[in-house]
Every structure is written in C-alpha cells, then in structure tokens.
C-alpha cells in the first residue's frame, strides 16, 4: 500500500513530495495517495488523544516549511480589516459610549490603547459571558474610534495569495473537520444522569484538535478564507457525511447523529404522532380538566416528558400554536447540509464547550462565514432552548449562548437580513411562547373555581434561574434596530402571539393575606417575578417605544393599544372579573396594563393621537382602573402592618414595585393609568371607589366613635394618611402628563439629593432610566451632567486622620430646597419610609440654616405643577367634586375636635388637597349641575361642585348613625344646643348618606353606566343604609341615627384650625389679610399655620365671597373650644400628647448632660498626656513631696496607689513592628515598578543594613561580645503603645473573664488576651504593670551635684558591681513577668534569636534592650525624626516609655555582667593590654564598632533603680567620647589618602596646645595616624575613591560630617532623659539641633561662645588621656586588620542617619498598575492569579487566597505580612483597587486611594471608569502604618484564618 510507505517516511519529505505531485497540471496520483494517507492517518477508530494525526496534518498543511514559518507566511496575507479578537468571562475589555453605535460594541484593551478616546465616556469592564472585539467594524462602532492598525485597512494592499500556498490545506481540512465530526458523533449519547460526565471527556479528548483549528482561524483572514469554503460547502459535506460504504464505525456513527437528530424540533416526533391521532377528541372536550391536571402541585414527574396529565394542556396550546405559525420549519427536526451546520448541531448538544464557542466566534471576521453562521443560528435556535431548559449548567450555557448571538444580532444589517430571509422574530417569539409554556399554572386571582387564564409559576427552575435570560436578551437586542421592530409591529399574528405571551404574566405571584397565623415558609419566588417581568415584558416593551416616537408611527401604536385592550378584555373574562375584586388578594403584575398605559403615553406625548380614540368605554376603564387602584391600596396595607402575617417577603415585594429599576415599568404606568381613568370617569365614583379601597370609608363620619370590621384601630391612621397621599399624588404627579423629559430627569434628581447628599454612581443608579439598557443612551447621559451641576454642588471627599473615608458627593444647592424640593415626588420614590423623613430633616435644616423658619418643624412644602396636557383636563374634576369636599370637611371637623386616630399628616394632605383645588379651577359647565337628591335632609351638603364656592358653604345640621353607646346618645335629653359639641361616632347619618353610603352610591353609577335600562338599574340601587352591610351580623350595639348641629363652613374650620395650631384665640385679626398682600412670598415655608394663611390668602384673592366669610368669621370673637372636655377620648389624646412632650423634654436634658459629659471625657483624653499618666512621669514635680502617685481603675472607679500587693497597670497593645527596619538613606519614596525594566532592591534598608552588621560581627568576634554591641528589633520589633488608662490588675482579669462568657461576635480574640479599653474603647492586649513609687527619693534624685566627673565615673562602676538584687516574690513581680513573657510572645521566634546559640541569656538580653531602643527610636519617627521645634511638642502620644523601662529594668537586673568584660572600664580606663586571651577564643568587639545608644541602654536598664541623674549624665559624657571617636574614625576613612596625610600633620602641631584634648583636629590627627599603624586599614577603599573625595574637606564641612554623626546618640539620650526624669524638651530651630540638645544634656553650656562654632569637640569630658585611651580603642581594630582588613573597615564606616519610613511612590494613573499587574504571572506558580496583590510596602507581588502559594497551610499574603512587616501587611487588590489590612490573625479592608473623577471608589471596578491617586487617602494611610494605629481607626475587622 502507497500509504503504508508514506507514513515511513520523515512527515517532512512526504509532505514536500505530495505537494509537488499536486501542483502538475495532471495531479490525480497526487490527489489519490493523499486520500489513502489521510484514510489511515485520519482513522476515527484511533483514540483521540493519539497527536500522532495532528503532527500528519501539521507537517501535510505546512509543506516542506515548519508550521511555525508556515504561518508567519500566511498571516503576512492578511486582508482583514477587523480585529475580531474573541475573550471568554473575566476577560478585561473596554466600552466607548462615544464612539459606539451598538450600545453592546467593546474593545479589547490592545485596540482601546491604540485609539485615540481621550474624553469620551468610556469605561472598563470585566467580561461576564465573553465577548470580541468590534474594532474595524463600522455597523456596530464610528470609525474614528477604530485603533491605528485598523484605521488603516490594510486589507487593500495586501498581495493576492499565491496558489500553492493553501492547496493542501483545502485538501487536508476538510477530511480533519469530518475526523472530529466523527468523533463528536461517536461520543454522544443520550443524556442519562451517568452520562453527563462523558461529554466532557469526550471534548477533553478533542481538546488538542479543536485547539489546532482555532490556531488556524488566528493566521489571518487568507486562511479563514479557505476554512470558510470548506465549511459551507455543501458537496463536500454529502460526499463525506455519510462515512464511505465499507466503513462500519462511519456508518454506526451516522445512526448515532440521525437519532440525535430526531427531537432537535419544538414537535418531538412522537408528540406529532399522538396529536395528529388525538385531535379530534381533544378539541371536542372543554378545557378544564386539562388545566385542572396543570394546576395540580407540580410532582418530580411534571418536569418531564411523560407526566401525561400535566403535559395535556401545554401539547394541546402547542398544538394550537404550531398551526398559527407561519413557518412549520422551527417545529420540525433539523436538516443538515454542510459542515458549519452540524458542527453548530454538536455544540449545542455538547452544551457549547468553550473552545468550540471560540473557534466558530473567530471565522466571523469572515464576512461570509458571518452571514452563513447568523442564518444556521437562527436554524438551531429552538434546539438551543430545548438543550438550554435540559441543561444542569444554565447558567455557563446561558452566558455561552449570549457570547455567540450578542456577536450576530447587534448588527442591523444582519439581524434585518435574517428577519427577512428565516423569519427571525416568528422563531424568537415561538420558541418563548413555547418555553414558558412548560411552566404554567392556573391562576387563583379572583374567581379560583372558574378561571380558565394561566400563568407562570414563578418557583419553577425556568423562572427562577433566570433560564430564559439569554433568549429574551437576543429578542430586545435585535428589536433595538428600527427596521426589524418595524416588522414585528406591522404584523398583527407576532403581536397578538407576543400579548398571549405577555398574559402569562399578568397576575403572576398572586399573595393571599394570611388572616389566622403566620405563613410557615416564605416564598422568594418574588425575585422571579419581578425580574421575569422587568426583562421578558417590560424591557422589550421600552424597546419598542423607542421606535414609536414620531408621527409617521401613529399606526403601530394603535395596532398595540387596540390588542393591549382586546387581550385585556380575555383576561378579565378568563378570570372571571365583572366589577368587584375578590378580598385580600394582590398581585404586582400586570404587565398588560402597562403596555396599554405606556403607548398611550407615547401616543400622546410624542404621536399627538388624541386620546379619546385610544380609549375604551366608561365599563372598560372601571375595570381597568380596579387592579393598579388595588396595588396602591394594597401597598398602603402592606406599611400599615396589615400583612404581617405573610412574612417579610411581602414588604419585599413592596419595595422592588417602586425601587428605581422598576419605578419606571411598575408603578408609573400603574399611575398614570389610574389618571387616564379619574380623568375619564366620573369623580364622585372614582373618588369613594378609592376611599372604599383603602377600606376607610367608615371613619370618615362626624361622629367620634364608629365601627371598621375591615381595619384595627391602629391601622385605620395609617390607612387614611395612605388614601389621602395617594390622592396628593394621583392629581399631582405629571411625569406623563405633560412634563418634558428634562423636567423629568430635574425632578428625580432633585428627589434622589434630598433624601441624601449622593455620590455620582448612585445618583445614575438611582434615577430610572428607560430600563432598555439596550436603547443605546446611557440614563440620559446627554444631559445627565449638565443637570446635575445646575441642581448640586460637588461637596470633595474630605478625610478625617481618625475618620472614616469619605467620598466625594452631590448635595442640593440652596435654591434647590428653597424653590424645587417636592416632598409628593419624594414620597413616591421612596423605597424606605426612613428616606421621606430623612428628607424632611434635611429641609428644616436648610431653612433654620437659612433663617425662613426657625421655630418648630416645619411642613413638607407646597409646590407649584407644571400644567396639564389639555388631553389629561379631566383629572382636575377629581378636585372638584363633592364626594372629596365632604370628605375634606368631616376631616377639617374630626380634626379639630381632636377625634382618635386624625394626625398632622392627615391635616396636611387635606390642606394639601384644598390648595392644588385653588390652584387648578375647572371651566366650569353650568349645564349639567344635577339638583343635589335631598334625602331627609336639613340642607343638603354643597351645592354645586366647585371647591372655591364650596369652601365658604355653611353646613349647620348633619345627621350621623351611631351606636347607642355613643356620647352623643347619652346627652340626647339634653337642649339641642349641647349637640353641637358633638363628639360622637360614624355609623350612617342620613345627611350623610350621600357621602357615606358612598359604597352604594358607588354601585348605583356602575350599575348604571353597565346597565343602562333603568329597571336594572333601580334594582341596584341598594337601600341607603346599604353600607351598614360591613358590619358582621352579630355586632352588638344597635346603631341609632342622630342629628348633629354643626353650623360651620370649611373656611371657619380652617380659621379654628389656625387657633388651634398657633394655641392663640383671634390668632387671625379681623385686618390680617390686607396685611397679607404687603408680603406675599412668605408663605411658601413653615408649617402648619403657614400653610393655612396662604390657602386663606389664596381663597381671598380668587372669590370676593370667601374674601368677606373670611373677614367675617376673624372679626367674631370665638369662644374656646367647647367640645373638648366632654370627649373623653379628645382629653386622652390630649394627655397623650402632654405625656409625650413631657417626655422628649426630659429625654432631651438627658441626652445633653450625657453629651456634655462625653465632651468633657473627650477633652481629658485627648489631651496629649493626661492627667494621671503625667503625674506618673513626672516624678519630679516638687509638689508631689509626700504622696504617692494616685491612679484611677476605669473599672472600679477607685483611686489609689499602685502596691505591691495590688498593683495597677496601664492598658497597653503590644504589636511587632517592622516600620524601623523599612526605611532607607533617601527621604524619597521608592517607585513601584510598572514596566519589566523597573525593580525595586531591598538592601538598602535599615533593616537589611542591620542584619549584615551583625552577621559580619559574628563572624569575627565572641557572640555575647556582638550581642551587646548592636540593637535588634530593626524588624519584628515590640511596640507599646498605651491609650493611658490604668486599672487594678485583678479588675482586669475579671473583666477578661466576663468577656470570655460574653458569646457576642467581638472583632478581637479573647484567648490572646485582647480587649478593648473599658472606658475609651481602644483596642489593647495587655496590661503594663506601674511601679510603686513614693516620690521623696526624687527630689534628691534630681538635685544636680558638683562632683567631678571621675568620681561619679567611680560611684557608676560601683554601682555597676553590686550584684543584681532578686525581688520579693509579690503579686507586682508576677505581673511584670508576664508582661515580659507577653513581649516575648508578640513577636516571632526569628526576631529574637539572633545569637548562635538561641534562647541562651545573651540573646534574651539583647532582645530585652533592643524593646527598649525600639519604643525611642519609634517615638523619634513620630515625632518627624528630630527633636526640633516640631519634634519637641509633636507626636506627645501618651507613652508609657517610663513604666515600660522599670518592667525592663527589673527583668534585666537579673543579669549580672561579667566585670572582666565590662564595657564600662573600657570606656573610662586604660587597661594594660592583656594578651594572655586563648587562641581559639574570638576577641571581643572593638569598641569602635560598638552601637553607643545600645551600651547606653544597657547601662541604665542593669544598674540599680531608680538612677540618679547625675549617674545618667556620666553615661552619656562618657558614651559621648566614644561615639565622637567612632565619628572621627569613620570621617578619616572618607579621605582621600593626600588628605588624611594633611590632616594628621596639621593636627600634630595642636597635640600639645593646652586644649588639645577638645580640639578635633589634634583628636583627627591623633586617630589617623593610630588606624595607619596598619597598613591595611585604609588600603582597602583606595581603588573606589570615595564618593565625596573630589571635594575637598574644609572645617566647617568636617564639623558638619561629626555632628551629623552624633546626632542620632543626642537625640535618643535626649528622649531617654525626658522620659526618666520628666525634662523638658528644648524646641529648637533645626539648624541649632546639635548644640541644643548638647545643652539639654549638660555636655555643653547652654550658651555655646559664638567665637567658636566648632562646638562638637567641646562636649568632650575625658577622664583620663584622650589620646592614651584613644589609642587603646584604635588598636582592638588594627589587632585584627590583619587578617580581615576589608571587613572591619565597613564596620569602622557605619552610617546612622535613616530617613522616615514610607510606602511606595504609586503612579497617578491607576491603569497604569492595573494593565501591568493584572496579567502578570505569580513567581511562585507561574500562573495568573485570580486575585492579585501588592505589598505597598515593598512591592512584592502575591496571590491573594491562591492555595497555589500556600506554605504550611499559610495563604502567600499573611505569610508575606509575617515577613514583610512582622504580621502588618498592606495589600493593594489589584482587580479591586482597594486596599487590606493584615493585623496579626485579623484583617480589614481599609477603602481605596484610588478614586474617579467624581472623588468615588470603585470597588471591584465595577464601573470601570479612570481611577487616580488621591494624595491625601495615601498620605493618611502611610501616617496610620508609621503610627501603628489602624487596629485603633479601623473599626470592621474579622479573622482571616490564614486564608488570604
């Protein structure tokens, strides 16, 4: 066989021979071996995972070139235009509104970088479900966004592709496509629960085949080409489908693909089977008891196929629809004709594999291939669903399906193209109406036995996980482009199918309220609901009317309008619904009624239809206006705690209907359609069917006592302030009554800032926008920023050091509170009650702060309504009608008299009412007045309908119906006057009865306008005491009718208001209103009187006859109000009242004592060092004779002395710090790293520098010799910090003990002996112990002595001898060691141990001093590294150094030193040389290369306390000659060898001056030439010239160089004095430091001679010859220069100065980090994080959680703060931009530095816009690491069990 010889021969060679053989013009032998190589390479039967065929195709495709060349090749014949490039989820990509026409188009970042969009509106986003890049591609994006590659189309020049080139690719492909199609097919089997796993293995498998075509689609578009043919070409695929006669497994493989193919339809094949047979019989019988067995409870089974019960009523609907649809292709199984067709086929059912997806989303660049792809989408669309409702992973799947079809439909070409071609929008509507079919149930709104509609079941899994999300999404994407909408709206079938498919939304979710007990489980099916409804009904709807905007498009909207109300007119029928609701039920749905709402709105609004033509007869819009009227009553019920019992999910539900996403499709249309209805019908019916609603039609009686069966008492207030707002709104709102859409956007922000001052996100989040997010505009951002600087000010983040971040927000401006601020619009968008409140204060604010109302609260402000659209004028008759006006006036009556249950919000939507009636007269028709029905009446109530007559209208008599336990029937004996003071109760007044049979009164008008024969008609109008019927029968009292004499009018009730409210009698004088029209601005803010004057005002200036009542009724003096004391219920209301102003006057005295004691508690410990603490420092206040110190237990509350017995301690936290160890020579900040080329080097730092010191020692030199030369604790050294408070120690362990038994969740752990501070809160773990101390010793402690200076050098070796005392065992040495042991344990082991043995008493030792070293030299950086002015005063924190050293001290007395080793005779003798030292043993170190302020604080801790300060000042004279000498020696080594041979001349000449030994030229001199006994001390440095040697050395740079080089030793001496002995910091300027601190010392007199400015020599004090014992010191180093001369000379130089520490210098631009990092792989794993972050303080880059990085169980961020910052670590979250705090075991998230343009973070660059760096954050950052206090700042920290 050719093939079996083929194949042994090199792929190479083969390859070059074939293609040679194919090029002949006669290429059939060519063409043959070919096929038979590729027979055997390319056999199915292989396992896949053999790579053996894919090198074949490689090398075959490639030719005799490599692949690699080969495709270098290709790609140069690259004609594409557009870049294509495809990413999967998470992928970081970027959106330009500027530049986009589809609102879906982005950019990847390569393309964004290289095109030009500064100032646009663009922003970063994360990718959710993939997506690719639309740069090159003019439909969806404007070409001057396009990047330079693509600007250029460099497809045009681009030479034609050679022949030969692709030829074996066009022969080899084809048979490799089959190859995998084969093997996709054999894998496959029908999913059983066990093969689910299978599928994956099969593309497991395939993985590196699928890989190869993708790289194929990568080369450019000669090769996509080429793939595309093969593809789509038709013949190839019959020839190759089938699998050759011969070949079993081919043909196996085909049987396989036909039966998978089988359900591919909508119509399974079976199910045609049944229904064709089962028509007949089926249409036959009535539908219910197939919906019956729907509605039964949804078995396991019902989900699938076989549940014949449940599945009737789909298949039957199913049936129905397959005929109705025009095109039978979508039911029936799919056909296949090419290879891009099956491989679409197996996809789908292999649940769209990722690399499937990508590789079929990179052939798009290809414009046929696009067009061929969109069209087999569209073929497999149903099947997708079908696949996507099977499917365990929908959610993956959804955002599959989604990355491939937002690709095609966004493009309107296309998606109009297959509209016409393959009846797109049938097949989307079909296969949604097909979808949720499988998921109906029967509704229970209203009639539950008969109703026939159906609706979702919104707990199916369909609705819950939001499975249909990503059809309905491709719907409103391809209805965004105008052409295609157009079709759908021209054809009457899809729309009619469209609104069957809108009703099975309507009335969804339906709650019933629970009357008897609470509902056991609490449904959150609502979330389904409302998202169901948002995206499936509302948002195609938006996406609709915006191509209904012009007149040209009047016909569609009333095509939609008139099938709105023809479906409508089904559903009522369906439900059973005539004209009354069934009780307690309510559903938010009603999605019907909002498309019939909002396209009259657009009709009117932008079409200019007139409305009549669009509305139905009066019968439809009662019944229309039944339902939203109920959501609005229902949500009333909901806040008055009516529906309790159904569980918090109901007040849920309340909540998403009016929250800002779906404000705008819910409660808006719901409004607006109950305006178009009160506009209609007739007000007096419209007005009592919403009283009757909000079920308070029996309250609103004269009487003062009634019965409600429909309401409690205490929910009858809230019900009636709900009916009364909800009317306020109803005539009030325009927002589609005439408002433009700028006026729109104005009004909801100003609502949004009054509530709250926002920030710039919240504010677009907040403001509804067309919910469309598809409609291309982003909430209105046209003009989105220029409102928002007219109506705020931007209030800039500001930052507290202890205060929580702010960011930047928006606040009104004044004129805003003043002029626009509409409680009405805020009341209605409020999604908490809180919210209105909150609104209300921030508007009394303002005006106090403004001085217009600064007595009492003042009342939600009456604004002015833009007018109404003259379509909407009916809507004003609702304020003209009498039904409202006897409302008006029984609650005008009710509230004066002080009846139960009336409120000042009740008063003021009345007043509220009364005002927009004056405001909006109606043209009023005399014709049509019907004479007032007087029944038994005395007068009737009004005469005729206008409010403005009707307000001066005096009504003398009422008669009311009330129990017999009334009042008003006790006194009924009495002379009539006496019922005037009625105080009584409602049951059904005959005068009344026109009002409050208001029920009936309702009925008879709806009967009528149904009916209209009037002898139906006068059966329905039902005996008058018809509302009697609320009663339940066995009521007991008896209801009874009296007459009440009543003699007022609504102007006098108004006027008797006014006294009322002002508490004044003849508040208003006879005069006032002439005086009123002087002024009449002042009325538009106050309160309740206020408003009252300006609606008298008003009604003056409009009818002369209320301006004379008026004038009238304030010139009678009125008596007091009588009634009051004869109603009980009025007097205890009115106690009530009394009792709680009472109240909130005491709760307001206390409250102020509190406040005033917290200030003052505020002032002590705030102060820099509080009283007590003071006192314990300063021991040597000389009015402290006799006393002890006295300390305070903030416990106990006890004062007193620490004892021995009893000691007291002060709180203190312990935490190991690295702050020391980060800080380098340079005072500027290191730069993080952004490039490859940038890095940061961590050996410059004091840390580093430490450590190698040390090491080098140790090297030479004994090891308990080396451990007291040098301090630790550079890094991973103790820090204490104390808030100041002190407490008995015993308290405290009880207190630790009560927190223990405490089970509340605390931020800290109890077990590690944290606590918080019992009076100030302040985070601690431990509790420093205060030495009892009398302070007589003090006195002559202080008292300086004239010794001289060698004998007090003798009384300090004396003192050094005496042997380490053991103290007492007592309770106060327990304390102390634990103390130590708690220091011990704060920091790690490796921070202790630095000796070669560790844990021996050496190392214990150096670990004790170096906490002591640690605490000044942190004390040093707060206080700005100096002690200069600034540093003098400055960072006083409250320290605990004192006590701290006396806990020391006595753990270190313990320790004798060895007196033969004792430093302090090396510094103060000369020894005769002792060379008797064994070999073996290592010399001490010299004391030239020991650490002065080391031996400094080893003295004063081992000597016996408490020292003297004369001792002390010895130390530091005598420590001084020794760090003056190191100075010198370190200066000598700078030189150049010419110059220190000048120096040591010049200086001999001095050795003799009488003052030599203070002179530091003979000292230089001396020095130099004692270091150059040996050669090699100075040889080292002489081939690197020392930095500085091209200067040369003048004096006063010497004296410069020395007393920079001492200063460090001054200034800790300095601080050690202030602490031990209460000395005064001098604060000096800086440029004095030296000598001050000198002075401070007493090393110098404090006035230095001004003749002599070289003053550091003169501090010296020597005791014996300075240059004998200068010459001991010189020569311990040349001893051993020998030997290691390079060594001890970088001993010899060390460098002191350290500058402050800081964080990384960041870069401006957040991007910047963002692009570098978020790609960049970890070192550890070499993988991209999922998370990663960067340590600011170092800049290493780590994984944050990845359990790649995981050391001993260790996430790699806290085990970085363990090594980085000993257990402190700042991490920036590079996909977050924010940044955390690692503390130990805890953690917090501190805010971000970065912020956008409008001052906000962006967590989690959700928004994706810029972020730079704000300065400030940073800078309060950096202080909160230097200060150590974010445990105190930051308030939320949790455990991070390592986990980060």
């Given amino acids: 066989m050719m093939a079996a010889l083929l194949l042994r021969r090199d792929k190479k060679s083969t390859a070059a021979h074939l293609k040679s053989d194919l090029n002949r013009t006669d290429n059939s032998s060519g063409v043959r071996q070919l096929q038979e190589l590729l027979d055997s390479v390319l056999n199915p039967e292989k396992p896949p995972a053999d790579t053996e065929a894919l090198d074949w195709c490689k090398c075959l495709i490639a030719g005799e070139e490599g692949f690699e060349e080969f495709c270098k090749t290709v790609r140069s014949y690259d004609n594409a235009t557009l870049c294509g490039l495809v990413w999967t989820a998470n992928f970081v990509a970027y959106r330009c509104r500027t530049c986009g026409i589809s609102p879906c188009m982005s950019l990847c970042a390569e393309c964004f970088n290289n095109g030009d969009h500064t100032g646009h509106d663009f922003n970063m986003f994360r ?617 729109i956007l104005r009004a909801e922000m100003v609502s949004q800032l009054c509530m709250n001052d926002r920030t710039h996100s919240s504010l677009l989040d907040l403001i509804p926008e067309n919910p469309n997010p598809k409609s291309g505009i982003v909430p209105g951002s046209c003009s989105f920023e220029e409102m928002l600087s007219a109506v705020a000010d931007f209030k800039a983040p500001v930052f507290e050091l202890g205060g929580s971040m702010q960011q930047g927000m928006y606040t009104p401006k004044a004129e805003v509170w003043e002029k626009e601020f509409d409680p009405i619009m805020v009341i209605l968008r409020t999604v908490y009650r809180r919210d209105v409140q909150s609104a209300m204060d921030r508007y009394s604010a303002f005006l106090k702060q403004s001085g217009m109302h600064t007595t009492g609260n003042p009342w939600p402000p009456y604004k002015e309504r833009t007018p109404l659209h003259p379509c909407y004028k009916g809507l004003d008759r609702l304020l003209h009608c009498k039904t409202l006006h006897i409302v008006i006036f029984t609650l005008l009556y009710k509230i004066w008299l002080d009846h139960s249950n009336m409120s000042e919000h009740v008063l003021c939507m009345v007043l509220y009412l009364i005002e927009l009636g004056l405001d909006n007269q109606v043209e009023e028709d005399k014709g049509d007045e019907e004479p007032c029905i007087e029944e038994h009446c005395h007068d009737s109530w009004f005469p005729g309908t206008n409010l403005l007559s009707n307000l001066h209208h005096v009504i003398n008599y009422v008669r009311v119906r009330v129990p017999e336990t009334a009042p008003e029937v006790k006194r009924e004996r009495e002379p009539p006057a006496s019922t005037s003071a009625e105080a009584s109760n409602f049951g059904q007044n005959v005068r009344e009865a026109q009002v409050f049979s208001l029920v009936a009164e309702r009925r008879r008008k709806f009967q009528e306008i149904i009916n209209r024969s009037s002898t139906e008609a006068s059966q329905a109008v039902r005996p008058k005491s018809s509302s009697t019927r609320w009663v339940p029968p066995g009521t007991p009292p008896q209801l009874v009718t009296e007459i009440l004499e009543i003699h007022e009018s609504m102007l006098s009730l108004l006027i008797k208001l006014h006294q009322k409210l002002s508490a004044k009698q003849n508040s208003l004088s006879a005069t006032w209103l002439e005086d009123m029209d002087a002024n009449p601005n002042r009325h538009a803010h106050g309160d309740g009187i206020t408003a009252i004057e300006r609606i008298l005002t008003k009604a003056a200036t409009r009818s002369h006859q209320s301006k004379r009542s008026i004038q009238e009724i304030c010139g009678k003096v009125f008596p007091p109000v009588a009634p009051k004391k004869n109603s009980p219920t009025a007097k205890k209301t009115m106690d009530k009242e009394e009792r709680r102003q009472r109240a909130r006057e005491r709760q307001q005295k206390l409250l102020a004592e509190f406040a005033s004691r917290q200030k003052s508690f505020m002032e002590t410990a705030m102060d820099v060092e509080s009283p007590d603490t003071e006192a314990a420092m300063d021991l040597g206040a000389s009015e402290v004779k006799e006393s002890e110190v006295l300390y305070d237990c903030v416990i106990c509350g006890q004062s007193g002395p620490s004892t021995e017995d009893r000691p007291t301690g002060l709180v203190v936290l312990l935490q190991a710090s690295s702050v020391l160890g980060h800080r380098c020579k340079s005072d500027e900040a290191k730069k993080l790293p952004t490039t490859d080329e940038e890095r940061i080097y961590p050996a410059d730092t004091c840390g580093a520098a430490h450590d190698v010191r040390l090491a080098l020692m140790q090297s030479f030199f004994k090891d308990s010799s080396c451990l007291q030369s040098v301090s630790i604790g550079w890094d991973g050294g103790v820090y204490v910090q104390t808030c100041g408070h002190t407490l008995h120690i015993d308290c405290h362990k009880s207190y630790m003990e009560s927190l223990r038994n405490d089970q509340v969740m605390q931020g800290f752990s109890v077990d590690k002996g944290e606590f918080t501070c019992p009076l100030c809160r302040q985070f601690a773990n431990s509790v420093l112990p205060c030495r009892p101390g009398r302070s007589t010793e003090v006195v002559s402690w202080h008292m300086p002595s004239n010794k001289k200076t060698s004998v007090l050098v003798k009384e300090v070796e004396d003192l050094q001898e005496q042997l380490g005392f053991f103290p007492t065992e007592s309770n106060l040495s327990k304390e102390m060691e634990l103390v130590i042991k708690d220091i011990k344990n704060t920091t790690q082991r490796k921070y202790m141990d630095y000796g070669k043995n560790p844990g021996s008493p050496d190392n214990d030792f150096l670990f004790m001093y170096s906490v002591a070293r640690t605490n000044l030299e942190l004390e040093l950086v707060h206080r700005g590294g100096n002690l200069c002015s600034g540093g003098a005063s400055g960072a006083a924190k409250r320290s605990c150094l004192n006590q701290l050293f006396h806990v020391l001290a006595m753990h270190m007395r313990l320790y004798s030193i060895d007196s033969a080793y004792n430093p302090w005779t090396r510094l103060t003798q000369v020894a005769p040389s002792r060379d008797n030292c064994l070999d073996d043993e290592r010399p001490d170190v010299p004391m030239l290369f020991r650490d002065c302020p080391s031996l400094l604080i080893i003295f004063v801790l081992t000597m016996p306390q408490p020292l003297r300060k004369e001792h002390f000042i010895c130390l530091v004279r005598m420590l001084y000659n020794l760090q003056y000498t190191q100075a010198l020696a370190a200066l000598s080594a700078k030189f150049s060898p010419e110059e220190r041979q000048a120096w040591s001349t010049s200086g001999t000449l001095k050795k003799n001056a009488f003052n030599a030994e203070k002179s530091y030229e003979a000292l230089l001199s001396h020095v130099i030439t004692e270091l150059s006994k040996v050669k090699t001390v100075y040889d080292v440095n002489t081939d690197e010239p020392s930095m500085l040697s091209s200067s040369v050395w003048s004096p006063q740079s010497i004296e410069y160089s020395l007393q920079q080089f001492c200063l460090p030793y001054l200034r800790l001496s300095c601080l050690l004095q202030h602490h031990l002995y209460g000395d005064n910091l001098s604060g000096c300027p800086e440029e004095e430091e030296f000598s001050g601190l000198a002075g401070c010392l007493g090393l110098l007199d404090p006035a230095p001679q001004p003749s002599n400015p070289m003053y550091s020599a003169s501090c010296l004090d020597w005791t014996v010859s300075a240059f004998d014992l200068m010459s001991q010191w010189c020569s311990e180093v040349t001893g051993l220069a020998d030997t290691q001369a390079e060594k001890s000379m970088t001993l010899l130089v060390q460098d002191l100065q350290w500058a402050s520490p800081h964080l990384l210098h960041l870069p401006d631009n957040y991007n910047t980090i963002f692009q570098y990092y978020h790609k960049k792989a970890c070192t550890a794993c070499k993988k991209v994080p999922k998370d990663p972050a960067l340590c600011l303080v170092c800049g290493t880059f780590v994984c944050l959680k990845g359990l790649c990085c995981k050391q001993h169980g260790i996430c790699e961020c806290v085990w970085h703060s363990q090594h980085c910052g000993a257990a402190t670590g700042i991490f920036l979250l590079i996909n977050a931009s924010v940044i955390i705090i690692i503390r130990g075991h805890r953690f917090c998230l501190w805010g971000s530095v970065y912020l956008d343009a409008h001052g906000e973070e962006d967590r989690d660059l959700r928004r994706g816009k810029p972020l730079f760096l704000c300065v400030e954050r940073y800078r309060v950052l950096e202080q909160q690491w230097v200060s150590h206090t974010f445990d105190h700042i930051n308030k939320r920290w949790g455990p991070h069990y390592n986990g980060l």
């Fill in 127 to 743: 990718s959710q479900a993939g997506g690719a890049c639309d740069c090159g591609d003019s439909n969806v994006m404007r070409e001057t966004g396009f990047c330079r590659r693509h600007r250029l189309r460099t497809g045009e020049n681009v030479p034609s592709v050679p022949r030969d080139l692709l030829l074996m690719s066009e022969m080899v492909l084809p048979r490799f496509i089959i190859c995998i199609i084969q093997y996709l097919r054999d894998g496959y089997t029908e999913p059983d629960t066990s093969a689910e796993r299978d599928l994956q293995k099969v593309l497991q498998q395939l993985e590196p085949q699928i890989t190869f075509l993708e790289e194929l689609t990568k080369m450019g578009g000669a090769m996509r080409t080429v793939l595309t043919k093969i593809l789509t070409n038709q013949q190839t695929f019959k020839d190759l489908s089938m699998g050759q006669e011969e070949n079993v497994f081919a043909k196996k493989n085909y049987e396989n693909y036909l039966s998978a193919l089988k359900n591919s339809g909508l119509v399974s094949v079976e199910e045609k089977a049944q229904t064709g047979a089962a028509e007949p019989t089926r249409g036959s019988e009535t539908g219910a008891l197939g919906l019956l067995g729907a509605a039964a409870p949804s078995s396991s089974e019902s989900n699938k196929e076989e549940d014949q019960d449940g599945q009737s009523i789909g298949q039957r609907k199913r049936v129905k629809l397959s005929s109705s649809t025009k095109d039978p292709s979508i039911m029936d199984s799919l056909k296949h004709k090419c290879f891009l067709e099956e491989l679409l086929f197996w996809t789908i059912k292999y649940e769209f594999p990722q690399k499937m997806v990508t590789f079929l989303l990179n052939m798009l660049p290809d414009q046929d291939y696009k067009i061929t792809f969109t069209k087999t989408f569209v073929q497999h669309y149903a099947f997708i669903m079908k696949t996507l409702m099977k499917s365990q992973e929908s959610d993956t799947m959804s955002n599959r399906i989604v990355h491939i079809s937002v690709q095609l439909f966004s493009n309107e070409d296309l998606a109009r193209h297959v509209t016409e071609e393959c009846q797109l929008l049938d097949i989307m509507v079909t296969v949604l109406l097909y979808m949720m079919e499988s998921c109906l149930i029967k509704s229970e709104l209203q009639d539950e036995e008969n109703s026939r509609h159906v609706v979702v079941n919104c707990s199916e899994a369909l609705l819950k996980n939001n499975t249909y999300w990503p059809l309905v999404s491709d719907f409103i994407n391809i209805l965004s482009h105008q052409s295609v909408a157009k079709k759908f709206l021209e054809d009457h079938s899809l729309l009619m199918l469209w609104m069957s498919f809108v009703s099975f939304f309507q009335g969804m979710n339906l709650n019933k309220r629970e009357l008897s007990e609470h509902v056991e489980f609490e449904s959150q099916t609502y979330y389904a609901a409302f998202a169901a409804e948002l995206e499936a009904c509302a948002q195609p709807m938006w996406g609709l009317l915006t191509h209904c905007k012009v007149k040209e498009t009047q016909e569609y909207t009333k095509t939609v309008v008139r099938y709105c109300l023809e479906t409508l007119q089904i559903w009522f029928d369906a439900i059973g619904f005539v004209d009354e609701l069934a009780p307690n039920q309510v559903t938010f749905h009603l999605p019907l009624h909002r498309y019939y709402a909002m396209f009259l709105s657009k009709a009117v609004k932008c079409q200019g239809l007139d409305l009549e033509s669009l509305l139905p007869d009066q019968e439809m819009l009662m019944r229309i206006m039944v339902h939203p009227l109920q959501i609005q009553a229902s949500l009333s019920e909901i806040h008055s705690n009516m529906w309790v019992r159904n569980g918090l999910q109901i007040k849920g539900q309340a909540m998403t209907y009016v929250q800002s996403h779906f404000c705008n499709s819910m409660i808006d249309p719901d409004i607006f359609l109950l305006q178009v209805c009160a506009s209609r019908l007739d007000p007096d019916y419209f007005i009592s069917s919403v009283f009757e609603r909000f079920k308070v039609v029996d309250l609103l009686t004269m009487a003062s006592v009634h019965q409600n069966t429909a309401l409690d008492g205490e929910q009858e207030r809230p019900m009636l302030e709900g009916a009364l707002t909800f009317l306020v709104i109803l005539s009030s709102l325009r927002i589609h009554l005439g408002m433009a859409d700028d006026e």
